[in-house]
């Protein structure tokens, strides 16, 4: 892909400028199906920069990484080398300072692979195959999802992927140097962690903890880190979390300062329309959730619900559920109000099976909206006008 400035389409067509007035669009290239959006400053410039997972073709390696560049206005040009070469199918990707040397580095999951492949940044955005990568992870039947952290206090990052047909997930321990060592440990899940895992300090003793969906059962499972490297069930863990659930996103939803959670079902699996919904989990700052008041949210026309995010799009502390349909080609928005309760609306995105994500890509207090639009090859970033 040529090297260029990109801020292209101020409007993706008319039915979404006529339909949501209150966001300005910008849609931006990326290379084959992208699925996988994250938000760091690779370069050093204190600009948020845009990391996309394209998968490519489906029965090829022909996976890539694309690194968008902010400028802090609102503009994003690919980095130098970028796209560049992930493998098969990259899945999920995940930010962190890998080998010490302070420039923000990525591990990858490549899905129908055994591997996570790790990439050293070098501070300008440009990023190289780390030593010993891919990491056969041993993960059955391959890894989907993946989160980073200093899971054993020894100021080193680690990496936690999935084991879905063995009910676990697996911590495997970095030595500093962008490698992940393996064998890693292998920790009970509930049934079929299926897809996505994610990382927070839930019961707020400073250690990472780790939820999974497990679509088998309708359940997450909140697993409380040691800081020793070791991982146990919260108390009440695994918790209802409605009809097959695979998709979740963590967020301060009631600002509380306690992280809650949102998740949506696998809709293929679902058994009735009634159960296409949005299940949300406050938590309560020791480990344990509950349903917060409102939830479930219904889904309505949302087909092929396939990702999920939460931000403030405000800049007041008003957060907002973003949920991605990737067959019915819309993002379904959800905002709580003062009062506790949630409003809905939507829109048209370009759609497939894509992501989404929130995230301040500018100096304006306010987040923006990142979708990957699967079909299209693109990414479109909706701004607050």
């Given at each position: 892909?040529?090297?260029?400035?990109?801020?292209?389409?101020?409007?993706?067509?008319?039915?979404?400028?006529?339909?949501?007035?209150?966001?300005?669009?910008?849609?931006?290239?990326?290379?084959?199906?992208p699925?996988?959006?994250?938000?760091?400053?690779?370069?050093?410039?204190?600009?948020?920069?845009?990391?996309?997972?394209?998968?490519?073709?489906?029965?090829?390696?022909?996976?890539?990484?694309?690194?968008?560049?902010?400028?802090?206005?609102?503009?994003?040009?690919p980095?130098?080398?970028?796209?560049?070469?992930?493998?098969h199918?990259p899945?999920?990707?995940?930010?962190?300072?890998?080998?010490?040397?302070?420039?923000?580095?990525?591990?990858?999951?490549?899905?129908?692979?055994?591997?996570?492949?790790?990439?050293?940044?070098?501070?300008?955005?440009?990023?190289?195959?780390?030593?010993?990568?891919?990491?056969?992870?041993?993960?059955?039947?391959?890894?989907?999802?993946?989160?980073?952290?200093?899971?054993?206090?020894?100021?080193?990052?680690?990496?936690?992927?999935?084991?879905?047909g063995?009910?676990?997930?697996?911590?495997l321990?970095?030595?500093?140097?962008?490698?992940?060592?393996?064998?890693?440990?292998f920790?009970?899940?509930?049934?079929?962690p299926?897809?996505?895992?994610?990382?927070a300090d839930?019961?707020?003793?400073?250690?990472?903890?780790?939820?999974?969906?497990?679509?088998?059962?309708?359940?997450?499972?909140?697993?409380?880190?040691?800081g020793?490297?070791?991982?146990?069930?919260?108390?009440?863990?695994?918790?209802?979390?409605?009809?097959?659930?695979?998709?979740?996103?963590?967020?301060?939803?009631?600002?509380?300062?306690i992280?809650?959670?949102?998740?949506?079902?696998y809709?293929?699996?679902?058994?009735?329309?009634?159960?296409?919904?949005?299940?949300?989990?406050?938590?309560?700052?020791?480990?344990?959730?509950?349903?917060?008041?409102?939830?479930?949210?219904?889904?309505?026309?949302?087909?092929?619900?396939?990702?999920?995010?939460a931000?403030?799009?405000?800049?007041?502390?008003?957060?907002?559920?973003?949920?991605?349909?990737?067959?019915?080609?819309?993002?379904?928005?959800?905002?709580?109000?003062?009062?506790?309760?949630?409003?809905?609306?939507?829109?048209p995105?370009?759609?497939?099976?894509?992501?989404?994500a929130?995230?301040?890509?500018?100096?304006?207090?306010?987040?923006?909206i990142?979708?990957?639009n699967?079909?299209?090859?693109?990414?479109t970033?909706?701004?607050?006008?």
């Amino acid at each position: 892909m040529p090297f260029l400035r990109i801020a292209v389409l101020l409007a993706l067509n008319t039915a979404f400028a006529a339909q949501t007035p209150s966001f300005r669009p910008v849609t931006i290239p990326t290379g084959p199906s992208p699925r996988w959006i994250a938000v760091a400053d690779v370069n050093h410039d204190g600009n948020p920069d845009i990391i996309v997972a394209n998968a490519g073709s489906d029965n090829a390696d022909d996976g890539t990484i694309m690194v968008l560049l902010g400028d802090g206005s609102g503009a994003f040009h690919p980095a130098p080398g970028s796209p560049f070469p992930a493998g098969h199918l990259p899945n999920d990707i995940a930010v962190a300072d890998m080998n010490h040397d302070g420039n923000p580095d990525l591990v990858v999951a490549n899905h129908q692979s055994p591997y996570l492949r790790v990439f050293l940044g070098d501070g300008r955005g440009g990023f190289r195959l780390a030593p010993g990568s891919p990491v056969d992870v041993h993960s059955n039947p391959h890894p989907h999802g993946v989160v980073v952290g200093d899971f054993n206090s020894d100021g080193k990052a680690d990496a936690v992927t999935d084991s879905w047909g063995t009910n676990q997930i697996e911590l495997l321990l970095g030595d500093g140097t962008g490698r992940l060592l393996t064998p890693g440990t292998f920790f009970a899940t509930g049934h079929r962690p299926y897809e996505r895992l994610r990382s927070a300090d839930f019961n707020r003793d400073g250690h990472p903890d780790i939820v999974t969906t497990n679509l088998d059962d309708g359940t997450v499972s909140v697993l409380l880190g040691d800081g020793h490297g070791g991982l146990h069930n919260a108390p009440g863990s695994p918790f209802p979390a409605g009809a097959k659930p695979w998709e979740i996103a963590i967020d301060d939803l009631n600002n509380d300062g306690i992280a809650d959670l949102v998740v949506i079902p696998y809709q293929r699996d679902i058994a009735a329309s009634s159960e296409n919904v949005v299940t949300v989990l406050e938590g309560d700052g020791h480990g344990g959730f509950h349903p917060m008041a409102g939830s479930p949210l219904s889904l309505s026309d949302c087909r092929g619900p396939n990702s999920v995010a939460a931000g403030d799009l405000s800049g007041h502390g008003h957060h907002v559920i973003a949920v991605a349909c990737a067959e019915s080609k819309t993002l379904m928005l959800y905002e709580r109000g003062a009062d506790g309760r949630f409003t809905s609306s939507s829109m048209p995105i370009p759609g497939g099976w894509g992501s989404v994500a929130i995230a301040r890509l500018t100096a304006d207090p306010r987040a923006a909206i990142i979708t990957a639009n699967a079909d299209a090859g693109s990414i479109t970033i909706c701004f607050r006008p």
